[in-house]
């Protein structure tokens, strides 16, 4: 059975910083594309960043480029966001799934990210 468990978000003021964790399992990790997405609310699930089964190939929203990192543990079966500079329309429910521009598999509950003063 196929699991995403992400955690890591919270309330963040303008300009900060959080990193996200999304634990995988179910399925061969390191073999697998990894992606972080995220919804607002009345908005549609985006595509943040995604990273390449050896992490060799890294592919991020324009939204995002240059503020947030993805990165990956494959000994942890474990990917990662690294969210810096972190701005109000960063709001979002963020999860992760496998896949490159399309998840693979059903969500996880997703951890959710405010940003607010």
């Known amino acids: 059975q196929v699991q995403f468990v992400e955690s890591g978000g919270g309330l963040v003021q303008p300009g900060g910083s959080l990193r996200l964790s999304c634990a995988a399992s179910g399925f061969t990790f390191s073999s697998a594309a990894m992606s972080w997405y995220r919804q607002a609310p009345g908005k549609e699930r985006e595509l943040v960043a995604g990273?390449?089964?050896?992490?060799?190939?890294?592919n991020y929203a324009d939204s995002v480029k240059g503020r947030f990192t993805i990165s990956r543990d494959n000994a942890k079966n474990t990917v990662y966001l690294q969210m810096n500079s972190l701005k109000p329309e960063d709001t979002a429910v963020y999860s992760c799934?496998?896949?490159?521009?399309?998840?693979?598999?059903?969500w996880g509950q997703g951890t959710q990210v405010t940003v607010s003063s």
């Open positions: 990273i390449s089964s050896a992490g060799d190939r890294i």
């Open positions: 799934n496998a896949g490159t521009y399309s998840p693979w598999y059903s």
